[in-house]
């Protein structure tokens, strides 16, 4: 069994900075990617952030130059560090952790239960 964590959402004014942390722990043999997604009402989920276990980065372009994702691959975390926020970030934050729990099993992927993040104008 595995869980994701996530920490640090809440409420902001327009142009200021928050950071999102996230722990995956539990039956873990590794991880390949790690990232953050996020979510409103009545819209799909939408990528914002990952990165591989090489560190290699994807961002969406709303959030290039303002977010930036980072990893510690010992201690299966991942944080978002989210500057120069906008009311359009509002939105339920979820982190993702693409998980291989024994060596020859396929990877899964795995949910936190998300966090707020507001933005007020």
């Known amino acids: 069994h595995v869980q994701v964590v996530e920490s640090g959402g809440g409420l902001v004014q327009a142009g200021g900075s928050l950071r999102l942390s996230c722990a995956a722990s539990?039956?873990?043999?590794?991880?390949?990617?790690m990232g953050w997604y996020r979510q409103t009402p009545g819209k799909k989920r939408e990528l914002v952030a990952t990165?591989?276990?090489?560190?290699?980065?994807n961002y969406a372009d709303s959030v290039k130059g303002r977010f930036t994702i980072s990893r510690d691959n010992a201690k299966n975390t991942v944080d978002l560090q989210m500057n120069s926020l906008k009311p359009e970030d509002t939105a339920v934050y979820y982190c993702n952790a693409v998980v291989r729990t024994q060596p020859q099993r396929l990877t899964t992927d795995y949910w936190g239960q998300g966090t707020q993040v507001t933005v007020s104008s």
């Open positions: 990165i591989t276990s090489g560190g290699r980065t």
């Open positions: 539990g039956s873990i043999f590794s991880i390949n990617a």
